[in-house]
Structure formats: structure tokens, C-alpha cells
């Protein structure tokens, strides 16, 4: 009787495969299609003398299952994800043209030499106070507002100094300070910007804001 010394695939080869999915590669990673021939090729040339157990055989095929439920599950995410991107992209180019609300504490003068925005107050204070500045930290002017409550305070600059004369069209900061328990603490401001256009990538939906550049739609915070 001949020795069956054959050089072929077992189960010890298959086991230092791991599965590639659409997301994965590499020399060591086996698709579905290859994983499937190696098996075929272990069943035809493994021992008679010693065939491979039951147990085993049913393990592969558990395995290869699962493999096609992981990638009938990526192709189903990945096709939620572009209908998602899609309706978002759909949604945020509807805004073009309107004017948002953004994190930020300078901005550059609108077309009607203005700058208007929110202050986001964390508790009630005795005293609010905006300062505007300009490019060189100089105070061009100061607004008192007084008593406020917690929450969104609006605030419009004119685009004049305390003199009452228009300034240039340029960018300038918005300094908001609240009073707390007889401190003074600066606070967050949220300012206006025209959103000019859409852009569509792998990051996400982001919006061109005038003078202000791009910003991730999740980071807007109101639309007017």
C-alpha cells in the first residue's frame, strides 16, 4: 500500500488564514471564493486513512457562513451610508444662500459693514459686557448689556467705533465677559456667516461660510 505523503492543504493551513472582507486585504486574508477552493482542495487530497473529522468539516462550513453574513452585512451598511450622505448632501445644499450660526469669535464685517451673533450664556450673570476689537487688539468698541439670564443673548455691531464713526470692512473679534459671583469670566459666542456653497466629501457634509472658510454641518448651530 503507497504512502499518502501529499503536500495539501489541511486544516492546520486553514487555520493561519484569516477572512478578508471589502474593508480588509492582504496576503494572509482569504476571500470567500479562496477560502472555499482551499477547503475543496483539503477534501480531495487529505488521507483516506485518517479523514477529516465531522466536527471539523462542520466548523468550515461555519466559518465560510459567517463570512458571507459579514459581507452581506457591510454592502447593506455601506449602502445605508450612501443613501444617508446623499439626503444630508440633498438637505445642506438647500441652505446655501441662508445665514447660519457657528462657534467662533471673529468674523469679518458683512456686506452691510455689520456683524451680528449670539452669546451663549452657561448661568445668569449681573453683568454682560461685548467688546468688539480689531486686527491689532485694539477696543473699538464696547457694548453694556446688563442683567441676563442664562442662554442665548443676540447682539448686533453697527460697524462703528465709540465715536460713532463707520469702520472699515475687515475682520474683528468678539470678546463676550459675564460677571460671577464678583468675577468676570470670558464666555463662548456664536457668530453669523452666509453659507456661499456645499461641499460634499469622505468627511461629511461641510459648509463654505463667507470669510469664515469650511465648517462641518454638525458643527452649525442654528439656521436663520
Known sequence: MSDFNTVSPT??????????TPETGGKDELGKNEFMELMIAQ????????????GEFIAELAQFSSLEEMQGLTATV?????????TQALQASSMVGRSVLVNASSAPTSVAGTIGGVV??????????ISILNTSGELVNQYEMGQQFAGQVSFLWD???TAGDQMPAGRYTIKAEASYSGKTEQVGTMLSANVDSVSVGNGGITLNLAGMGGVPLNEVRQIN
Open 43 to 54: 477534501l480531495n487530497n487529505q488521507n483516506p486513512l485518517e479523514p477529516q473529522e465531522n
Open 120 to 129: 451663549d450664556l452657561p448661568a445668569s450673570t449681573s453683568d454682560l459686557r
Open 159 to 161: 460697524g462703528k467705533n
Open 11 to 20: 486544516n492546520d493551513v486553514l487555520s493561519q488564514y484569516s477572512f478578508k
Open 78 to 86: 455601506e449602502g445605508f451610508t450612501s443613501s444617508y450622505q446623499s
